[in-house]
DNA sequence: CGGAAAGTTGACTTGATTCAACACTGGTGG
DNA sequence: CCACCAGTGTTGAATCAAGTCAACTTTCCG
């Protein structure tokens, strides 16, 4: 695969309608070698920790491969997950040059590096480019508006199957069966996202299947039986 | 009161540890020029819309003075408050060409009106101020996560807390008496923020003054009496 | 002054949390 | 190769805090 390729992929929905509707690639080839050159590939293993919160902010990350969950341990011993990030997200988001959140690798991932001075010293050169950065970070201010709504919820189930439909939209593009859900993270990071217990999470899938909505099969991945009916309980509120 | 002042004066936290920490004015004189070349100064009465959800996005809007809100009417009935606007604050997110909340004026407020057009064109072209809009955008982001912290919490008396400390954080330059703060909002847009009912705001008010933490003087305004208490259940969590 | 909107208070209901016991899974070492 | 073990997930019963419904009070504004 090449090296570049995502990095170059970077996607975004613009501000501005783009003219064919959708995402759109907006990198041009000098952009993408002006960011390789400050930019380090890394690969990490499942479970790695990238970086904690309250650590020095050094570098801003862009995912390649692989999910990677973002969340902050909690005084009352909850962790709140502040999100799942997928290819194509920046992490790295801080606070008075410190990191806010633990981001932590959930499965196997590729991540680009970017030494946070080159990286907003480039952006700053390069209006394009940052426009990019800019609706990208947008675009992650409405998921996390997003998520709110989901958090607002009251019933379990709706919380599960909105989770389910957010997850859809982010690994959707996997191609392969459009059907079926991967769910890489475990119950409990599921839960702290949803702003549920584990127990909660692990009832309300239950009764997903029960109503024929979804089948979970194995703890990795769940399968769509009706989406119509799913969309429509995840959208009730 | 100087047209310009408000423009110039929009600040934030930026990627990197500014020398002397905290905020900083980040716009030069000629950038001021700039905005104020493409932007219409507006002064709305309260409780006026600004946009409704779904509408054109056509314009990005600075804050000058006043609060505003920005909400989304669920389908079960329910108000989903995104966020609280304060001066130097950016409304106008938009998905799709669209807006994606509906934004309204809780008190009388004045506003600088960009074209979305005019302002992405000047933005590309002067990457410093469009850095600054960068990390305002980083900075709604963070708001954005904490209020899902806020809204995660079981406890009512929590939440409500935590809400004050919000206010306190973004009005509290109002100079005049630190423990004084405004509650320009109704409880029921409090409560549609804390993701709670408007009963459990007004009982969960009643209990924060019988614990001495509060006083709520009139509906408009609360005194703070025991800070480092109210401090710490907000950060209980 | 009067009416409508906003807020408070009380009694009851409900559903997620909590606590606890149990089941499954994947990996390790005997 | 199997048994064990720890981590992960499921299920059940009781609790409890916020929601709901309803009556009432206060405030705001014409």
């Known amino acids: 695969m090449n090296i570049a390729h995502h990095v170059a992929s970077l996607t975004s929905i613009p501000f ?55 969340y902050r341990d909690l005084r009352n011993g909850k962790r709140d997950i502040a999100a799942f990030l997928f290819p194509r997200d920046l992490i790295g988001l801080s606070e008075k040059g410190h ?76 191609g392969t069966d459009a059907h079926r859900v991967p769910l890489p993270m475990t119950r409990s990071d599921i839960a702290g996202f949803a702003g549920l217990t584990l127990e909660s999470v692990s009832r309300a899938s239950a009764e997903l299947e029960r109503r024929g909505l979804v089948k979970f099969e194995g703890r990795q991945s769940a399968r769509i039986l009706d989406l119509p009916r799913l969309v429509r309980l995840a959208t009730a509120v």
């Open 99 to 174: 990191y806010v959140n633990t981001v932590q690798a959930v499965t196997p991932v590729t991540l680009y590096r970017f030494p946070l001075e080159d990286l907003t010293a480039l952006l700053k050169r390069d209006g394009e480019m940052q426009f990019v950065f800019l609706v990208k970070v947008t675009d992650a201010l409405r998921r996390s508006q997003r998520r709110t709504i989901l958090v607002n919820r009251r019933d379990a189930v709706g919380r599960v199957a909105m989770f389910l439909m957010f997850i859809m939209n982010n690994l959707g593009r996997g």
């Open 16 to 70: 501005l309608t783009p003219p064919t509707g959708g995402e759109t690639v907006v990198l041009t080839e000098h952009q993408r070698v002006e960011l390789l050159r400050i930019g380090l590939r890394v690969r990490l293993p499942a479970r790695m920790t990238i970086y904690r919160a309250g650590s020095r902010a050094q570098w801003v990350f862009a995912v390649a491969e692989g999910v990677v969950k973002s």
